[in-house]
């Protein structure tokens, strides 16, 4: 690379966008099919696929626990591996700005490259596009996933009555960790963001044969979102019992200096189950044996009290609605 900036020129199409593209892509995603430089990749597959795409805007673009890189295969290989997929293929594209530095932006090549090995995936096609500078905030990622189904039967509509819920991580720590990175508050903690594959989590829980209801990772909006989805799709109630779910110390910090519900947060590598109540001590065994998932726990059971409501006891015999997040909770976490 001659150039140590991305400047207008770099997404023309011309040299500098090929050294761009052979410099920091092509040299971190190699492989056999992104090789052949067509318009379009030919790749074979054969039974049901699952497909999913994201967008990946995050401020800031470098975090504790990872980057937004890393980020972007995550996001959409978990996607894939919510719906009983394997990872097979992504596509990677690139909205850079004018001035960003190109370090950076290799940085954020090999996160993907890494996480691309987790999952055992290739990038096989892509795209660049660099704006003028203030057009865009450094860099913003889109990715699109292709899965082989190897798990069928995974549904939000699929709850019925004495399911078992299970979460699989201490919740919120990629939203805390985010909003205090951005606002400058210092901590005396190793809080990180939870942004993890989760496929090597959850490849053994579908072949141990168990059979899981529902499956969610708990993205935007946090468990609040995902439960309140699953009980109007199932109309069902769920209630969960408030001790029971996992909350480090430093979030729940956070969340009470700054009026903030931990069950909204987002979350980045935290994944949320319903299984038949047969299942449940079976699920967590496999769960627990991961040390991404070494928090899992029972947080609560499908019953029919309250159809379409998810319902918070507390420990003191009190119960309240836990509601949809509303509003602009934490912008631009994702």
Not at 66 to 77: M, V, Y
Request: hydrophobic share 40%; charged share 25%.
């Amino acid at each position: 690379m001659k150039f140590e900036k991305i400047s207008l020129a770099c997404g023309n199409g011309a040299s500098e966008n090929n050294a761009l593209i052979e410099g920091i892509f092509y040299k971190h995603f190699q492989n056999e099919i992104l090789e052949q430089s067509n318009d379009a990749s030919i790749f074979e597959a054969k039974g049901k696929l699952a497909f999913s795409t994201d967008s990946f805007t995050i401020s800031p673009l470098f975090f504790n626990g990872g980057d937004i890189g890393k980020l972007s295969i995550c996001g959409t290989c978990n996607d894939l591996v919510m719906m009983g997929a394997k990872p097979k293929y992504l596509s990677a594209s690139f909205i850079i700005e004018e001035g960003f530095e190109v370090k950076d932006l290799e940085k954020i090549a090999i996160s993907m490259a890494k996480e691309c090995e987790k999952n055992g995936v290739k990038i096989i096609t892509g795209d660049t596009k660099v704006v003028a500078k203030g057009q865009a905030d450094g860099v913003y990622i889109n990715t699109a996933g292709i899965g082989e189904v190897i798990y069928e039967g995974i549904s939000a509509s699929s709850l019925s009555e004495g399911d078992i819920i299970i979460v699989s991580n201490s919740i919120g720590k990629h939203g805390a960790s985010i909003f205090a990175q951005r606002e400058g508050i210092e901590l005396v903690s190793d809080l990180a963001s939870d942004c993890a594959s989760l496929w090597q989590v959850l490849k053994g829980v579908f072949e141990s044969g168990v059979k899981i209801k529902a499956l969610r990772d708990a993205t935007r909006g946090g468990l609040s979102a995902v439960l309140n989805e699953w009980v109007k799709a199932s109309k069902v109630c769920i209630q969960l019992q408030e001790e029971n779910i996992p909350i480090s110390s430093e979030v729940q910090g956070i969340c009470e200096f700054l009026g903030l519900e931990a069950y909204a947060l987002a979350n980045e590598g935290t994944f949320v189950l319903a299984v038949p109540e047969s299942e449940a001590e079976r699920v967590l065994e496999l769960l627990r044996a991961n040390p991404l998932s070494a928090e899992a726990q029972i947080i609560g059971k499908v019953d029919k009290e309250y159809e379409g409501k998810v319902v918070l006891c507390s420990s003191y015999g009190t119960k309240r609605f836990l509601d949809m997040p509303s509003g602009e909770i934490l912008p631009r976490i994702c």
